[in-house]
């Protein structure tokens, strides 16, 4: 880890150092688990107090803040000046570059200057791996499959035939990009007749997919992961899915077949999405939900199947008075007949 | 890729070509994506319209459609027909046989003839690996595995020790079969002591297992799952289930331990089962459904806990126009007060 | 298979044999599936008159039961007694120590005594890997990884970079420990900038971590899977999570990031964590709940959102009952109506 002072952090991270400028930072932490010449960050003033109680040497605060019982480095955006600083003082570990001898690498393929490709990996025969791509130990890339320069691909992936990656990716170990998508039709047998899926996945610029998702290829043309987007862990997207920029698609989602999800869209933890669905720019579903109908753009949904996140709630806080309101039910039943009794009126006609 | 006319694809689809009979075919596609050599199905006549504004060249149509806007083929089941087709342009690559010389193979195994053995594959001892079975680069096949002909085993996948796998099956990269079932009672201070899962796993004839799934080893005796049967990406299969024939089971369903699945079952995705519990012959659980009762044949449920669907529709319906009803309750309960004290009944005795 | 019997049993498990003493026992079963000369269990009385009609030859029953139709064991903990009886005829298959020919192992690894490291695995720098461990093939480890000694590593792992995995722990195939945690900050375009993950993962002594889980590095610090704690498969850990001691973690729970885990623990099948949730010592989570609030120690949860388990049951029977309340409420309604006519009262002021 390098040691830098306040100052030189503070011009790094495009801040403002108040304090003691020669203050020597010597790694970067949570507040909470900070040691004594580390720097951490707050995103709001009100955790200041916290945090200014903390071992930290130093903390990131937002611009608003002037001046703090440690020294600090104001930000316009502490949590992004904090990711930097990570960045910073934990550079990503590269390999160097170059084929590790237990590699097996087909014939025809085209490597790109300063690529790693690590022990025990398999290339298939005319793919095509970008400028200091990495391809880490044990992983598995198909034939004619693409991969672009700066894309990371850790140990023990499966990248099936033809497959297309984009630059600077992430993808985690364990991920399968794409095997079959799940297509089967009624046979004259009543047995499962496979439909082969001929397609492919195309997986944009700048996207990270998290350990242990599945990606399946199209049936025929492809499913799409769009540039900027990125996946959480044990993710599922079924065939043809088309998924936009910028999404955040969190553990455990499911994405059935010809799923369409716009732009800026959030999916949160273990959702699930039927297929043909069409989740507009900029909604959100919240965890757990089912979604079963179109989402419009902008919109927030929950519960399954998922609707509207406030009517949601609104039903969810009548759900929870309900065994008090049958009580209630039950009391005003009685009440109305000793009224109609009361009036000569008919017996209550429910048993 | 081949071409064909389109009197030679209708012959070899079993349809009927209607149309000029040497147009030339180059693909299969949706209509959606077609390019204009491409053969596209309908498997409605109410969809027609939509396809023959398409690009395709031509269209496999329900047997009913005499004639189209666009050269048609005639079929039974379009459906079937198109899969075929699917079959006849991009039929799957096969691996040239052999066994790589990167791959790792143990003491007694037998290969059949035909076997494909790609690089970095293990194989344990006393293995045997039917003929034309492929193993795909970088999987592990345990001792006294049996895996049977024409099986597909693609990369990375792992087969624990002495697990058999039936003919023509299909295992996709990342599964992890015949793994410990998750069996522990607890020890004397409260710790928890493994049960020994010394059973195995059967996977029977013509099944197909998509990515990163888990199915794993009974504690004695086996987990079974039966022909034909279908498996998406993701799925969890606990300790002694007993899955049977042709069933359909969607991504990231859970099966718990001793789970009793009949033939032609339907599990969507997402969907939970309970440990013990039986789902009769061809029965159908909804999506992200979690059943915790014995579920008789063809019955479909929904929810959780899961119930038979239409009553459960019944129910969600209510639950939306749950907050309506309780404001109604509330002002029936002031009119029924109102009425009381007309004629002088007692007050209200709810708060 | 060793042969042993009645009373060489008995006297390994700490029970008391009843019956001919001399009787052979070849292997353990459930009493379901049980051949000839198996030793099966009951764990209750109840189950005695099915297990004495089984093909079993001896049976483990409760200390309580003092003869039956059967040659018997008297246990304590028959359940226990059965785990042990399963290791005694079925002991883990152990590989012969030493290093694989075709393993990577880098530079100033660190290998105790008797460790396994299997084909094609790969193990990092500095790596350092305790007495009688076993890297099973295919297996990734990262640079400076500890593994503690008789810790078994199946194969397919990933291990990345500086993960530290104790004494007696067994991860499964295809587990991912050490990935990036799922961490983004909107930059200025509103694109999303990676929080480099800099922390590791720690798993305590005694833990088993079922097949495909993933367990992400912290951001800083470290996610700690305590000792003692069993995780079924496909479970997803967010980074910064802590999990207590001796806790039970069943297939596909998802834990969100920061989320803390008390001692002794159960979260059932599928149950998903919000972020930063505490759940308090011995508490438990059903299956498919969704915890999205503090759960205080002890406490049953379930549904979504999760609250405590009797009052979920109580609301599922008063929504099961609410079709018909809702008829009933319409019914009431029409007889205030009715009395409100006779008494020349104001009309139904809701249409």
Redesign the interface.
């Known amino acids: 880890m390098p040691a830098l002072t306040l100052e030189e952090v503070a011009r790094k991270l495009g801040g403002e150092a108040v304090g003691p400028k020669e203050l020597v930072i010597e790694g970067?932490?949570?507040y909470e688990?900070a040691g004594g010449s580390d720097l951490a960050f707050v995103d709001s003033p009100r955790l200041l107090p916290a945090a200014e109680r903390s071992r930290a040497a130093a903390l990131i605060v937002p611009r608003e803040v002037a001046s703090a019982a440690k020294p600090i480095i104001r930000a316009d955006?502490p949590?992004?000046a904090?990711?930097q600083a990570?960045?910073l003082?934990?550079p990503?570990?590269r390999p160097t570059p170059g084929v590790?001898p237990?590699a097996?690498v087909g014939a025809d393929v085209q490597l790109g200057g300063q690529v790693y490709v690590?022990?025990?990996v398999?290339i298939g025969d005319r793919a095509r791996v970008g400028r200091a791509a990495e391809l880490?130990?044990?992983t598995?890339v198909?034939?004619e499959v693409e991969i672009g320069e700066d894309t990371v691909i850790?140990?023990?992936v499966?990248v099936?035939?033809g497959v297309r990656i984009g630059k600077r990716c992430?993808i985690?170990?364990?991920c399968?990009i794409g095997?079959?998508g799940?297509?089967?039709?009624?046979?004259?047998h009543?047995?499962?007749?496979?439909?082969?899926q001929?397609g492919t996945v195309i997986i944009e610029d700048?996207v990270?997919i998290?350990?242990?998702?599945?990606i399946?290829r199209a049936?025929?043309?492809a499913t799409v992961i769009g540039r900027?987007t990125?996946m959480?862990?044990?993710v599922?997207v079924?065939h043809n899915v088309k998924i936009g920029r910028?999404c955040?698609i969190?553990?455990?989602v499911?994405l059935?077949g010809s799923v369409e999800i716009g732009d800026?869209v959030v999916l949160a933890?273990?959702a699930?999405i039927?297929d043909h669905i069409t989740i507009g720019p900029g909604a959100a579903v919240c965890?757990?939900a089912?979604v079963?109908g179109d989402v419009q753009a902008g919109m927030i949904v929950s519960?399954?199947?998922a609707?509207p996140h406030k009517e949601q709630l609104?039903?969810?806080?009548?759900?929870?008075?309900?065994?008090e309101?049958?009580a209630?039910?039950r009391?005003?039943?009685r009440?109305?007949q000793?009224?109609?009794e009361?009036?000569g009126?008919g017996q209550d006609?429910?048993s």
């Open positions: 970067v932490s949570s688990t955006n949590r992004l904090f990711a990570l960045e003082f934990s990503r570990r590790h237990t097996v690590g022990p025990q398999v880490h130990a044990l598995f198909g034939d850790y140990p023990r499966s099936y035939h992430v985690h170990s364990g399968v095997g079959d799940f297509g089967f039709v009624r046979g004259a009543g047995e499962h007749v496979k439909v082969p001929v700048d990270e998290g350990a242990n998702c599945a399946d049936t025929t043309d900027g990125k959480d862990n044990l599922q079924g910028n955040i969190v553990a455990q499911g059935s800026g933890g273990q699930g039927a965890a757990q089912g079963t519960g399954y199947p609707r609104k039903t969810e806080a009548a759900v929870r008075r309900l065994p309101a049958l209630e039910l009391r005003l039943r009440r109305v000793e009224l109609e009361r009036l009126l006609e429910a």
